[in-house]
C-alpha cells in the first residue's frame, strides 16, 4: 500500500511515513539493504495511544515512494520485550539485518534492556520477517553509575571497531551518554561514559533542564568533525539538541559547538542514517491536539540531510530527493495572493524584512513566516491556532546577511521549515473547516517558488 493513499482526515499527512491507522512515535533504524531504505517505528498497532509497542516497518527505493510492511518486532511473552520493543538501530551483521533494540519487560521501571532481532531471510529485499534473539546481549546498566534510565542503543563504527552508544540518565538528575564495545554484536563490553551534561559545552548548548539523554546518535560529517545528536528528557520528552565535535581517543567525545536541533515543538527523537557521502535524519512529530481526536497519532518528518557549517553549526536541508514529489509545473512563481494546496514544497527568498502569510482565520488572524535577513531572524507566528501547549512565536537566529532564504514544506496538519541550510523548525497546525489557505508575500524584491505535491509516479 502506498503512503500517498488520500487520508479521510484532512489533518493526515500524506506524503510522510506514517502507519495507515493508531499510534506512532520514534523513528527507529533507517537502514539501506539491496537497493532499497527501511525505516522502523515505534508502533501501537491497536490504538492512538502509546502503550503495547511493537516496530512497524516502511521501504522505498528512492525516498519518494513508500510502502507498508507487515510489523517487524512483536513483543515476545514472557521474554525481554514482552512490554514493549522500544527504540533502537538496525545494522549490518556480516550480512545478517539486525535490529539492536530497548526491550522492556513486565517490571519495567526506566531500565531497558538490549535485545537483537534477525533478518529471517537477508536474500529479501523488503525484510519483511524478523527472528528476535531470546535473550538480552545488555541485561541493564553498568554497576557503580546509580543509572535509572537506560535505554536506545545506537550502533557506529569507529576506527575500524563496531562500538554503540545508549542514553542514560543518573540518580543525581546528570543525564549522559554510555558508550559499548560491540565488535561482536553477542558481546558488549561497557566501555565508559562518552559525554555526560556537565560538559562545558553541553550545559551551554541544552542547559540543566534534562534529566536524562534519549536516542543518541552519532555521524561523521567529514573533515573529522562528528556530531552527537541526544533527545532531551525531563520527565517527558522536551526537546533535541546536538553537539559537533571530534571523537579523541577512547573514544571520548570533545564538544566544541552546539544547540537546538529543531526550533519546532513539535519533533523528538531522531534517528539517522549514515551513508558514504551523506547522514539522512528523520524525526517524530507528535500530536499537537488532544489525544483521541482521531484513530491516528504520529508522523515521521521529510528526510533531512544534516552536516556541520565550518563555525561548528548545523547543517540542514530537505533530502533532494524530495522534489520527486513536486508536480511537473510550479503553482505560483510571484508573490501575488495565490491560494495554497493541501500539500506544498515553498521557497521564498528575502533581501528586506518580508512577511510569508500561509493560513487566515475566519476572524482574520494569519499564520506567518517573517523573514528578516538583515537583523538575522526568522519568525513563525501561529498564535490563532490553539494546541496543547501555548503557541508564543517561534523566533530563530539565523546569520545576517543580504539575502535569506526559507523553504516551507506542508503536508496536512505537518509543517517543516528549512531557514536556509542553518536550522529547521517543525510545528503541527491544525486547520479549521472555515480557516483559508492563502500565500500573500509583502516586503521588496522576495522572490517566490511553490509548488504542489502530488502522489510521485514510478521511473
Not at 534492556?113 to 546481549?137: F, K, M, N, Q, S
Not at 542514553?167 to 564495545?181: K, N, R
Not at 523528538?268 to 500530536?287: I, N, T
Amino acid at each position: 500500500m502506498s503512503l500517498a493513499a488520500p487520508p479521510q482526515d484532512p489533518h493526515a499527512p500524506r506524503f510522510r511515513v506514517r502507519p495507515p491507522a493508531h499510534w506512532m512515535n520514534d523513528p527507529n533504524g533507517p537502514f539501506r539493504w539491496r537497493g532499497r531504505y527501511h525505516l522502523f517505528y515505534q508502533h501501537n498497532p491497536d490504538a492512538p495511544v502509546h502503550a503495547n509497542v511493537h516496530w512497524g516497518h516502511a521501504s522505498s527505493p528512492d525516498l519518494a515512494h513508500w510502502e507498508h510492511h507487515p510489523v517487524a518486532l512483536t513483543p515476545t511473552p514472557g521474554g525481554p520485550d514482552e512490554a514493549g520493543c522500544w527504540s533502537g538501530c538496525t545494522v549490518d551483521d556480516g550480512g545478517v539485518p539486525t535490529a539492536v533494540y530497548t526491550g522492556v519487560d513486565r517490571h519495567h521501571a526506566g531500565l531497558g534492556t538490549i535485545c537483537l532481532a534477525r533478518a529471517a531471510d537477508p536474500g529479501d529485499p523488503l525484510l519483511t520477517e524478523w527472528v528476535p534473539l531470546p535473550e538480552p546481549v545488555v541485561t541493564g546498566p553498568p554497576e557503580g553509575l546509580d543509572v535509572v534510565m537506560f535505554r536506545d542503543p545506537f550502533v557506529f563504527r569507529h576506527e575500524g571497531r563496531r562500538r554503540a552508544l545508549v542514553g542514560a540518565g543518573h540518580a543525581d538528575g546528570t543525564p549522559s551518554v554510555l558508550l559499548y564495545d560491540c565488535d561482536d554484536l553477542t558481546d558488549w563490553r561497557f566501555a565508559g561514559v562518552l559525554l555526560d551534561g556537565h560538559d562545558p559545552a553541553a550545559r551551554a548548548a541544552f542547559g540543566d533542564r534534562a534529566t536524562g539523554w534519549e536516542c543518541p546518535q552519532l555521524y561523521a560529517a567529514g573533515g573529522g568533525e562528528w556530531v552527537l545528536v541526544v533527545s532531551l528528557w525531563d520527565g517527558r520528552p522536551w526537546t533535541t539538541g546536538y553537539l559537533t565535535g571530534r571523537l579523541e581517543a577512547g573514544p571520548r567525545f570533545s564538544a566544541r559547538a552546539g544547540g537546538r536541533l529543531d526550533h519546532g515543538r513539535d519533533f523528538y527523537a531522531p534517528a539517522v542514517l549514515q551513508e558514504p557521502d551523506r547522514a539522512l535524519m528523520w524525526g517524530w512529530s507528535w500530536e499537537a491536539r488532544e489525544q483521541g481526536d482521531a484513530d491516528w497519532a504520529g508522523v515521521l518528518t521529510a528526510p533531512r540531510v544534516v552536516g556541520v557549517h565550518p563555525d561548528g553549526a548545523l547543517r540542514v536541508s530537505p533530502a533532494p530527493e524530495l522534489e520527486r514529489l513536486r508536480a511537473d509545473e510550479p503553482f505560483v512563481t510571484a508573490p501575488g495572493p495565490t491560494p495554497l494546496p493541501a500539500a506544498y514544497d515553498l521557497t521564498v527568498s528575502a533581501r528586506a524584512r518580508t512577511t510569508v502569510s500561509l493560513l487566515r482565520s475566519a476572524s482574520g488572524a494569519e499564520l506567518t513566516v517573517v523573514l528578516d535577513p538583515q537583523e538575522g531572524t526568522v519568525t513563525l507566528d501561529r498564535d490563532a491556532w490553539p494546541r496543547q501547549e501555548a503557541a508564543a512565536p517561534v523566533v530563530v537566529p539565523v546569520p545576517r546577511g543580504a539575502e535569506l532564504a526559507v523553504r516551507v514544506l506542508v503536508d496536512g496538519s505537518l509543517y517543516e521549515l528549512f531557514l536556509g541550510d542553518r536550522a529547521m523548525v517543525t510545528e503541527r497546525v491544525y486547520e479549521r473547516a472555515d480557516d483559508v489557505r492563502q500565500l500573500d508575500v509583502t516586503g521588496s524584491g522576495a522572490a517566490v517558488t511553490g509548488w504542489e505535491l502530488v502522489p510521485p509516479t514510478r521511473g
